[in-house]
């Protein structure tokens, strides 16, 4: 069983900048893909970024490139998505997520956080 719990979600202006943060328990963290979706109001969950067990690679989808920047700390169980120049269209339901195998579709991810809001006003 793994425990998802994300943190750090807010109301922001538009330019501001916010880092969420995922803390996960109950496996080894290391061996985990670890990515970020979210899900805007009446719209499907979309991939945010990924970044793969050890953290030598990532991945972004082209909305966030340049602006957003995940990372882990594999010692302290924690994945982190750094988001600069955030965006009213940014705003949404972030959720932290973990996979076996280095994937960007949901459908790979078995366990999800619940899930934190970020509110970006223009």
């Known amino acids: 069983q793994v425990q998802l719990v994300e943190s750090g979600g807010g109301l922001v202006q538009a330019g501001g900048s916010l880092r969420l943060s995922c803390a996960a328990s109950?496996?080894?963290?290391?061996?985990?893909?670890m990515a970020w979706f979210r899900q805007a109001p009446g719209k499907e969950r979309d991939i945010v970024a990924v970044?793969?067990?050890?953290?030598?690679?990532?991945y972004y989808t082209d909305s966030v490139k340049g602006r957003f920047t995940i990372s882990r700390d594999n010692a302290k169980n924690l994945v982190y998505l750094q988001m600069n120049s955030l965006k009213p269209e940014d705003t949404a339901v972030y959720y932290c997520?973990?996979?076996?195998?280095?994937?960007?579709?949901?459908?790979?991810?078995?366990?999800w956080g619940q899930g934190t809001q970020v509110t970006v006003s223009s």
């Open positions: 970044i793969s067990r050890s953290g030598d690679m990532t």
């Open positions: 109950g496996r080894t963290f290391s061996r985990g893909t």
């Open positions: 997520a973990t996979a076996d195998r280095w994937a960007t579709v949901q459908y790979a991810y078995a366990y």
